[in-house]
């Protein structure tokens, strides 16, 4: 499980900006567009001239505030259901292997710490005025 939580993110935070935009997500995997080409695409259809980074920071903002509003509505869930860790993977890449509780929950903080967000996954105030979202 170890170093999962940084391309996770990365992502993540490029299928936010996928949907933000109504772009089809199968255009990344089938076509090859990279996020150079998603920028000539925004510019082309709208006359915004984002850079990646700014881009990917939109998707970031997006995701983060999705975030928000989720753990607002409820508690936000830290760990899957006790069959995730205690039955053994039959197919993919990790077939025949067990994920460990401990492990899982260790890169589950990396990825919060990451995305600067708090240890229950809450995006913190100091990471919302980062992305802009002041009063949030």
Request: proline share 3%.
């Amino acid at each position: 499980l170890e170093n999962k939580a940084k391309p996770l993110k990365q992502k993540e935070d490029l299928m936010a900006v996928y949907d933000s935009i109504i772009f089809c997500k199968f255009a990344h995997r089938y076509a090859g567009w990279d996020i150079e080409k998603i920028c000539e695409v925004v510019e082309f259809t709208n006359g915004f001239n984002y850079s990646p980074f700014l881009l990917l920071e939109l998707g970031e903002r997006v995701y983060s505030l999705e975030r928000l509003y989720n753990s607002r509505q409820r508690e936000m869930e830290q760990f899957l259901p006790d069959r995730f860790y205690e039955e053994v993977l039959t197919e993919g890449s990790s077939k025949n292997r067990q994920i460990n509780k401990n492990a899982f929950y260790e890169e589950i903080q990396r990825y919060y710490i990451l995305r600067g967000w708090d240890r229950k996954g809450v995006p913190t105030k100091k990471k919302l005025e980062e992305l802009g979202l002041h009063g949030y």
